[in-house]
């Protein structure tokens, strides 16, 4: 009941905010809740395979099939974060952020995915950046995997291996070695969604077709992968360096196209697939896979003549070890869905298949420039009290939420969606979620995988065709900076300059 209200309230709180009223009170955020932005390796480094870089699944799928690229730009290049890492820094002094969330190349330290061979001057890269951000008191939050495994584990089956489990500890602990005295935030994987059930819909890398199958070992190896992760800093590195490990998982908010029971009940089932798979097994009271995931897959899998269930078994063990194995959840959110049963065949057998739901936005909430991005800030408040409803109120970090532009300075849609969410946000803190800090995704535009460069996610645009690949603020920027300064979300702040600037860009 409680959640209606204050979802009545933030929703007319947006429509007096359009006709320039407010309710009186002024909502801050603290000032120890941190604010940052992030990036991951493939996206921003470029320097492929320079110093000793291996090669990543990324670059042998892109290399391979560079058709199903929108721009035909990959990461080759990129934003050549790997030369320009001071400069991206400088950025981040601009803005004035408390964090920096950027990923591991697992490949760039140990290209042939294993600790045999320490490539030095990858460490060194990561160790200039991490002193860096220091000297100027930004926290280093890195994520050790951003979808790039080293494509010599790929070729022993990658995350289908259950080996994968173990060289994942293996690359953790050298990373743990190297920069745990001056990393506290640590996020062992990204999105184990797309790692998992994009990588095997061919559509991202390693671009393998094994839906309904591969993707389910794989969410368990990844899942497993994390715990030991997770135990491995608890175990051997917790009391000398006293960080926190946590997990980026991708969730979006998903409820009934109407409410109609039907459509209540597919909503459900497409929460217990996209967020419960993921959540359950490291914050609920049981542990393991969500029953109703459980069920659904077993019984389809017998109608289509397998000997066992496609969705993999966790054993006591497995239960054991990830039950409670991380110190945050990070989330990932970006859009919502409106949920009703599937009346389409899909492809059998499919996570598609298994939850037999179709998903929708609603028409009225504005695009981005991406298919899959609308804007519908309500979600992540709604999403917040889920997780703290199912999962007794988790410690939060939001370690991304973005928007997507074409180029251009003048990026108001995105200044709209950040204003927005962050007062969603600050609606759901009221409500009693203990969220710690805030990312944008992304500090500059890069390349947004199959998409290239033709979705921008940049506060700063990057020209890709300079020589330096060069960085210009966009009024994001600027706005996003006045927000971390004043910890209040003003609706209608735009900076002095502002006008200056776009004239001349319009010249
Ligand atoms: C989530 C992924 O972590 C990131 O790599 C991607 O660029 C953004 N979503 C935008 O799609």
Known sequence: MKMYLRLIQFLSCCVLCVYGWSDNRIRKFKDDFSFGVSTSAYQIEGAWNIDGKGESIWDRFLHNYPEVIADGRNGDEACNSYHQYKRDVE???????????????????????????????????????????????????????HFDLPQPLQDLGGW???????????????????????????????????????????????????????????????????????????????????????????????????????????????????????????????????????????????????????????????????????????????????????????????????????????????????MWLKSAPYGIYRLCLYLNKVYKYPQIYITEHGWSTTTGLNDKSRVTTLRDYLSAILFAIEDGTDIKGYTVWSLMDNVEWIAGTSERFGLYEVDFDSKDKKRTARLSALVYKRIIEKRIVENDWLPDNWKIEKEREEL
């Open 91 to 145: 950025m981040l002094r601009e803005l004035g952020v408390d964090h920096y969330r950027f990923s591991i190349s697992w490949p760039r330290i140990l290209p042939s995915g294993y600790p045999n061979i320490i490539n030095e001057k990858g460490i060194q890269y990561y160790d200039n950046l991490i002193n860096e951000l220091l000297k100027y008191n930004i926290q280093p939050m890195v994520t050790l995997y």
């Open 160 to 370: 289908i291996n259950p080996l994968s489990v173990e060289w994942f500890e293996d690359f953790a602990r050298v990373v743990f070695d190297k920069y745990g005295d001056r990393v506290k935030y640590w996020i062992t994987i990204n999105q184990p969604n797309d790692v998992c059930i994009q990588g095997y819909s061919g559509l991202m890398a390693p671009g393998i077709v094994s839906k309904g199958v591969g993707d389910y070992i794989c969410v368990k190896n990844v899942m497993l992968a994390h715990a030991k992760a997770y135990r491995l800093y608890e175990r051997e590195y917790k009391k000398k360096y006293n960080g926190q490990v946590g997990i980026s998982l991708g969730l979006n908010w998903a409820h009934g196209k109407t409410n109609a029971t039907e459509n209540e009940e597919a909503a459900a089932i497409y929460r217990d697939f996209t967020i419960g798979l993921y959540m359950d097994p490291i914050w609920s009271e049981d542990g393991g896979f969500p029953r109703t995931v459980k069920e659904r897959i077993a019984k389809k899998s017998k109608e289509q003549g397998f000997k066992e269930s496609r969705l993999p078994t966790l054993s006591k063990e497995e239960i054991k070890l990830l039950k409670g194995s991380a110190d945050f959840l990070g989330i990932n959110h970006y859009t919502s869905f409106l949920v009703e049963p599937s009346g389409q065949q899909y492809d059998s057998p499919s996570i598609d298949d298994d939850m037999g739901v179709k998903i929708s936005h609603n028409k009225e909430w504005r695009s981005s420039q991406s």
